[in-house]
Each structure stands twice: as structure tokens, then as C-alpha cells.
């Protein structure tokens, strides 16, 4: 293989794993790829995350059609009042992340980069360890805990570039009552248009360059990307959770570890 062969190899086949977990979980798989885009193509913090964004958006768009198999469009719009409590929080969160980030200095960005990915592996294990077992809270009360959720998710998938997914699952277990599969796709349907408005956010600062300058890799992990959340979407049922979800946690624990001493 040549070099230029493996340069293309390497982001195709970092977005068809990464993709496959993002479809088969309900996440937009960015917890895993930002410490690939930081440790082995070495993109500075902000690119980093304006990158995951990027190639976020491409798994969130794709993930939610390959699980319509397992979970119903018509289930998924069902919930509709579910989905606009979190957007009305999330949405506002997503744009004050975004401009949070482009204020940082690379090392704090880095070290909230890292601490952000420990609690997600917690909260990752924590969502589907947990069986739905009724909504925790009702009426008014469940509204405005989902407003505010949503906006703590909002912040949260800004500066990280992430979906948000990690988070918005337990909270549609344990708020909404909501079962594992049912809210890994709710969740797809809560983060497409929070990350668009935290990728618009982005695109006023100057790190947004780097899009452009980076095409080729852009088109190469999206052809991956969207290829793994296909295989994702078709796997969703026969992987068992309790197998999968130790070793994600374990992955995201070493990134973060890396990440922070970057």
C-alpha cells in the first residue's frame, strides 16, 4: 500500500468503526473519534472538535434511517412532545457551547476534553445498565427537568463535538421512561438539529477553516462513517449491550487519559 493509500486508509476505516458504534448505540460515535483526531492525525484541540462535528452530523443523519428496521419512524415521531422538551433546552446549550470553545485556550480545551470523556464512559455504562422502569418525573416537572437537561447536553455536545447521545440516553430512560432502543433513536432525533446549531455557532470562528483545507479527509471518513452506521443500524438487536458497553467505557477511559496528557 502506498502512502497516500494509507493516509486515505486510515480516517475510512477509523469512521466505518466509529460509524458501526454510532448506529448499533444511538450515539453520533464523536466520544471515540476526537481522541483519534487529536492522537493519531494530530489536529489541534478546536479543529478537532469542529471536525468531530463534521463527521458527527454525517453518523447522527445516517444512524437514524439504517435503525429504522428495529425502530419505526412512526415510533420515533410518536414522542414528539419528548423530543421538543429536550430540543428546547439543548438547542440553547448547543449555542453557547459552541461560543465557550472558541474561547478556551488549547490546554483548558484539552483537559475538559478529558474530563468530559471520563464521565461520559460512566454515563455511557450507567443509560444501558438501566432498565425502563417508569418515568421519574411527570407533568410540569418532567418538562422543565428535560429544558434544562437538554441544555446541560446542548453545552456539553458543543464543546466536545459530540452527538450528545451518552447523555441524552439516560435521560430519556430514567425522565421519560423511555426503553434502550427506543431511546438511542430519540436521541438521533434530539442531536441532528442540536448539532447543526452548535456547527453554525462554529462557523464564525476562524478554526472553522479547516474544513475546507482537510476535503479530502472530510469525504474519505464520511464514506466510512456512513458505511459503519449501515453495518451499526444492522447489527442493533443481535450485539448484546452487557458485552459491548465495558469495552466502550474501557476505550473512552485510555483516551481520555491521552488527551489530557496531549
Known amino acids: 500500500m502506498s502512502n497516500r493509500e494509507h493516509v486515505l486508509a486510515a480516517p475510512f476505516l477509523g469512521g ?81 457551547g459552541a461560543g ?26 450507567f443509560a444501558h445498565d438501566t432498565a425502563s422502569s417508569g418515568a421519574l418525573l411527570t407533568g410540569l416537572a418532567q418538562a422543565l427537568a428535560g429544558v434544562v437537561a437538554g441544555f446541560g447536553i446542548g453545552v456539553v455536545a458543543s464543546l466536545l463535538g459530540v452527538a450528545g447521545g451518552e447523555l441524552l440516553i439516560p435521560t430519556l430512560v430514567l425522565l421519560f421512561g423511555a426503553d434502550i432502543k427506543l431511546a438511542g433513536s430519540l436521541s438521533l432525533a434530539v442531536s441532528l438539529p442540536t448539532m447543526i446549531v452548535g456547527f453554525t455557532r462554529y462557523s464564525r470562528d476562524r478554526s472553522f477553516a479547516v474544513l475546507g483545507r482537510n476535503r479530502r479527509f472530510i469525504l ?43
Open 16 to 96: 466505518t468503526v466509529i460509524g458501526a458504534l454510532g448506529g448499533l448505540i444511538g450515539l453520533g460515535g464523536a466520544e471515540f473519534r476526537l481522541p483519534l483526531l487529536i492522537g493519531l492525525f494530530r489536529f489541534a484541540a478546536l479543529e478537532a472538535v469542529i471536525l468531530n462535528k463534521a463527521m458527527s452530523l454525517v453518523v447522527v443523519a445516517t444512524a437514524l434511517p439504517f435503525r429504522a428496521g428495529t425502530v419505526p419512524f412512526g415510533t420515533v415521531a410518536a414522542h414528539w412532545p419528548i423530543i421538543v422538551n429536550l430540543l428546547a433546552g439543548s438547542l440553547l446549550g448547543a449555542w453557547f
Open 100 to 125: 465557550w470553545a472558541t474561547r478556551l485556550t488549547s490546554q483548558s480545551l484539552y483537559r475538559v476534553i478529558a474530563v468530559a470523556l471520563v464521565l461520559i464512559a460512566a454515563a455511557l455504562l
Open 220 to 262: 474519505v471518513m464520511a464514506a466510512g462513517s456512513v458505511l459503519g452506521t449501515f453495518i451499526g443500524g444492522q447489527l442493533l438487536g443481535l450485539v448484546p449491550t452487557p458485552v459491548l458497553l465495558p469495552l466502550l467505557a474501557a476505550i473512552l477511559l485510555m483516551s481520555a487519559v491521552k488527551v489530557w496528557r496531549h
